[in-house]
Nanobody, 125 residues
Framework: VQLQASGGGSVQAGGSLKLSCIAS????????MGWFRETPGKEREIVAA????????FHASSVKGRFAISRDNAKNTVYLQMNSLKLEDTAVYYC???????????????????WGQGTQVTVSS
């Protein structure tokens, strides 16, 4: 299984970015997906998660109302639309695929087995 994340970059506070993650090697539509982020000295944290069908989503309280996770199963791709970016959103963002198939999303790292390489998001003032 390979997950290829892209779309990171540098943006000013208040701006927007859209991350993409293309999956291969597994039946994408059978697995919940998630976006996590990590900054130096902090644990990798959940940002958003989505069920296999896309009907169920979760967004961390710190990003709710600003970020939106979505997926296109025909394109084997999960997205993270990030609006109204803040300085504290600066991090390396990782997409991840759940270990087991099924419909539900998951918010804990232990439920994910496959990880993308990470894409840097830098928000400046």
């Amino acid at each position: 299984v390979q997950l290829q994340a892209s779309g990171g970059g540098s943006v000013q506070a208040g701006g927007s970015l859209k991350l993409s993650c293309i999956a291969s090697g597994r039946t994408f539509a059978s697995f919940g997906m998630g976006w996590f982020r990590e900054t130096p000295g902090k644990e990798r944290e959940i940002v958003a998660a989505i069920s296999a069908s896309g009907s169920g989503t979760f967004h961390a309280s710190s990003v709710k109302g600003r970020f939106a996770i979505s997926r296109d199963n025909a394109k084997n791709t999960v997205y993270l639309q990030m609006n109204s970016l803040k300085l504290e959103d600066t991090a390396v963002y990782y997409c991840a695929m759940r270990r087991t198939d099924g419909s539900a999303y998951a918010t804990l790292r232990d439920y994910y087995e496959y990880w993308g390489q990470g894409t840097q998001v830098t928000v400046s003032s």
